[in-house]
Nanobody, 116 residues
Framework: QVQLVESGGGLVQAGGSLRLSCAAS????????MAWFRQAPGKERELVGF????????NYANFVKGRFTISRDNAKNTLYLQINSLKPEDTAVYYC?????????WGQGTQVTVSS
């Protein structure tokens, strides 16, 4: 079993930044890849990006365009998503999930709302 708990979301003005965290417990966190997804109102859930178990390999969706950074600290069992230059279209619930691919386990999500 893996338990995932996201935090760090909130209301922010366009152009601002947020750092989302995902605390993991259960199976050995450092042994599997992790991913971030997001779901905007009325839209399907979409992949933001994923990171290898070691953190040395990271892949992003095309829409990220350098504004998002995924990282992990295996010693702290924590996954991160840094989002800069936030836009209103980034408004969504952000989820962490793993092991990736397959994504058997999901957090409850954290709401990010960007005002214009």
């Amino acid at each position: 079993q893996v338990q995932l708990v996201e935090s760090g979301g909130g209301l922010v003005q366009a152009g601002g930044s947020l750092r989302l965290s995902c605390a993991a417990s259960g199976r050995t966190f450092g042994s599997y890849a992790m991913a971030w997804f997001r779901q905007a109102p009325g839209k399907e859930r979409e992949l933001v990006g994923f990171i290898s178990s070691s953190g040395r390999s990271i892949n992003y969706a095309n829409f990220v365009k350098g504004r998002f950074t995924i990282s992990r600290d295996n010693a702290k069992n924590t996954l991160y998503l840094q989002i800069n230059s936030l836009k209103p279209e980034d408004t969504a619930v952000y989820y962490c999930t793993g092991p990736h691919p397959g994504n058997a386990y999901w957090g409850q999500g954290t709401q990010v709302t960007v005002s214009s």
